[in-house]
């Protein structure tokens, strides 16, 4: 089942918190614990709480605190965006609802309001967190006083837009919908967004409710800040509009309607006593309050008057504001659900489960597995995983500042145990330069190491057979790669990272020479992680061997299908080539046929088909011309290029195409114990993600996966 949903609008005072009441109660018919969620919150004065949590924490009874519930203020995450730190703000919003999933088996998630002015950057925003959280979005869309065709058009928009950031869609709701339209709107949804780009989505449309849509006098009290005079027992009466008294009392009568707000100056005695009196004649229509301005209470003689009517239906708030600005902040003012307002929330509630197929939505959502992810939820999974079981990683580049920028981040945020290699004096005056903090980091000078001895009589029996002598084995171990390498031979790390000031080859001839492959693998190879915007795909090998051969290609196939997985990437491998099944003959065709059927018979299970061209490999419309009973077509998550040239390039041109990209690696696969290369224009997330790798793929050799 899914594990979330993200509940956001395509524009503002859609009803967003009446439809997040019927999804929880939804919800909660049928999972234990349910959690809720909003990445980043509003509130309208640092010292309240957010509306929308309060109202679900206190009707439902989550068992949550208010501060599980919330990662970022708005405030916060805009300043933090204007500095260029997104990444940031995606990281505090990932680990705080990272948090909160493992302590629940589903979690409501809800987006943010869309004020006045912010909208194109919020639903930027709410893409991206949707995106990245994996969470499939329900799009709320405001019916309010618009067409069938503006209500369809808007909910369309904000779809495919979504659709285009990478966002999986659940459907979509038309909240606050005229009464006699929604029948047209439901049927333009679904033959229209339903029939085409989304065919799996829901669509519901609920009505206008007046008592939702409507003010009630406490919300203006709270709004406000108001003092409330008279009338405590009567606050929630409902407001259709405001009359500001800004005339002559007989004029201003002639302007009252039913459930008004009356805003007028606290010395404006003829009206108080005007509108009280009102409520006794039936020639007028009953007012829903008064709001006296300037900080200005009635004066003895009229308090006298007011305090003798018993009852007091009408309430009267005074506020310390003078009547205009008063006036323009009730402008801003909407009917929302107050946490104690039990029966606008029975009606939210009632009209959720009227207009809404909760039996259906409940099964969707049950049934729904988002399969998209993002680059920065990849990276994020990696960290996650590599803390879980802390590996020992070395790194042979001890005074390279990207190396020390990455290790310094590495540690402060426990991802694994680290070694650097290198004179010890020269790597403490680095970090004091950079101003790093690297407390609980090894550094090893190979040179004056205690171990240096016993590496190179390790390395010399190993490599006597070559010709090898003894003083050119200690000459050899005293290389810091060489010297990283035997760490991880003898078990005093798990792993090793290097390459970002040396060489491919640098980095893996003393793995191939220390280390060695496993004995169930004939060759070294690698795989490429590529992160696209919602998806993560493994292409191999793209950096190590140049014309592998029918039978290496398989066991390249098998292994990099094993390190998906490794990884989370369920493996559907396409063996690639410039022909697709039957449809082109040569060598090179000949050469990926004779692979695939290798790996067909040593591994019967794995979902494995070749030849297949790169389009019919990774586009469902294509294979369904091309190959339409494949398994693999259109579907395909791990890659295998024929030969290096192919590979090599083909991951550039993929990562190049779009600054969404990420590629990760090259990763080695087929070695006893994990040794990875960086390339020498590697950035430091870059080599952050590298040594996480490493660490899982330790963690692998070890069983813990």
Not at 356 to 375: G, N, Y
Not at 415 to 443: A, F, H, N, W, Y
Not at 500 to 523: E, M, Y
Not at 607 to 614: A, F, R, V
């Amino acid at each position: 089942m899914a594990k979330s949903l993200y509940v956001t609008v395509s524009q503002s005072r859609s009803g967003k918190s009446a439809i997040v009441l019927g999804i929880m109660q939804v919800l909660l018919r049928h999972i234990r614990k349910v959690g809720f969620f909003r990445p980043i919150i509003d509130p309208t004065r640092p010292d309240s709480k957010d509306h929308d949590i309060d109202l679900v924490l206190s009707h439902f009874y989550i068992g949550l605190s208010y501060e599980q519930t919330w990662a970022l203020t708005m405030d916060d995450a805009k300043q933090l965006i204007n500095e260029g730190k997104q990444s940031q703000v995606m990281e505090i919003i990932l680990t705080r609802y990272k948090q909160l999933e493992a302590q629940c088996q589903f979690v409501l998630c809800e987006g943010t309001d869309f004020a006045a002015g912010s909208e194109a950057f919020e639903f930027d925003i709410n893409a991206m967190i949707a995106a990245n959280l994996g969470s499939p979005a329900l799009v709320i869309a405001n019916g309010a006083r618009n067409s069938v065709d503006a209500v369809v058009s808007q909910t369309q928009l904000t779809m495919d837009n979504l659709r285009d950031k990478g966002v999986d869609l659940l459907g979509a709701i038309v909240n606050r919908a005229q009464p006699e339209s929604i029948d047209m709107i439901l049927a333009a949804l679904r033959t229209g967004i339903g029939a085409t780009s989304c065919p799996e989505c829901l669509f519901y449309v609920i009505p206008e409710i007046d008592r939702l849509a409507m003010p009630t006098v406490k919300d203006v009290q709270k709004w406000l800040r108001a003092e409330v005079l008279y009338g405590h027992d009567h606050l929630d009466g409902l407001i259709e509009n405001y009359a500001v008294a800004a005339m002559q009392l007989p004029n201003f009568l002639n302007h009252l309607k039913k459930n008004s707000l009356v805003v007028t100056p606290g010395d404006r005695s003829d009206i108080v006593v005007a509108c009280l009196a009102s409520r006794l004649s039936t020639a007028y229509p009953d007012i829903s309050g008064i709001v006296l301005t300037g900080g200005m209470a009635p004066p003895e003689s009229i308090t006298r008057l007011i305090e003798g009517w018993k009852g007091m239906p009408v309430p009267i708030l005074l506020v310390n504001e003078t009547t205009f600005p008063t006036t323009t902040r009730l402008n801003r003012l909407y009917g929302r659900i107050d946490a104690g307002d039990t029966r606008k929330i029975a009606t939210a509630l009632g009209a959720f489960e009227t207009h809404v197929d909760t039996e259906e939505l409940q099964r969707k959502l049950i049934t729904r597995k988002s399969v998209r992810i993002t680059p920065q939820m990849f990276e994020y999974g990696l960290i996650e995983k590599a803390k879980k079981n802390k590996q020992h990683i070395v790194l042979p580049e001890g005074v390279g500042e990207r190396i020390l920028t990455a290790a310094d981040i590495l540690l402060r945020r426990k991802v694994c145990d680290l070694t650097l290699l290198g004179r010890e004096r020269d790597v403490q005056d680095k970090i004091v330069k950079l101003g790093l903090d690297l407390s609980g980091l090894t550094i090893i000078d190979p040179k004056l190491s205690p171990m240096l001895d016993d590496y190179a009589e390790t390395y010399y029996d190993m490599r006597r057979n070559k010709g090898i002598t003894p003083e050119a084995a200690w000459d050899a171990i005293t290389d810091p790669t060489f010297f990283g390498t035997m760490m991880v031979h003898k078990g005093h790390a798990d792993g090793m990272v290097s390459g970002s000031i040396h060489t491919t080859a640098d980095t893996i001839t003393p793995a191939f020479q220390i280390i060695k492959t496993r004995s169930d693998a004939t060759i070294v190879s690698s795989v490429m992680l590529m992160c696209l915007k919602d998806r993560v795909l493994a292409f191999g090998d793209c950096a190590i061997n140049p014309n592998p051969t029918a039978a290496q290609l398989a066991e390249i196939a098998v292994v990099s299908a094993h390190t998906a997985r490794i990884f989370g990437i369920e493996p559907r491998v396409a063996l690639l080539s410039y022909s697709t099944g039957n449809s082109g003959r040569g060598a090179d065709v000949e050469k990926v046929i004779e692979a695939t059927a290798i790996a067909h018979k040593k591994y019967p299970d794995l979902l494995l088909e070749g030849p297949l061209q790169y389009d019919a490999a990774i586009d469902p419309e294509v294979a369904a011309t091309k190959l339409p009973d494949s398994k693999v077509a259109g579907r395909a998550t791990v890659f295998i290029f024929p030969d290096l040239n192919t590979g090599n390039n083909t991951y550039k041109a993929v990562q190049r195409a779009s600054d969404q990209v990420v590629a990760i690696g090259p990763v080695l696969q087929g070695l006893n114990k994990p040794v990875n290369d960086l390339s020498r224009g590697c950035t430091v997330p870059d080599i952050v993600n590298t040594v996480a790798i490493t660490a899982i793929q330790a963690q692998a050799g070890k069983g813990l996966i």
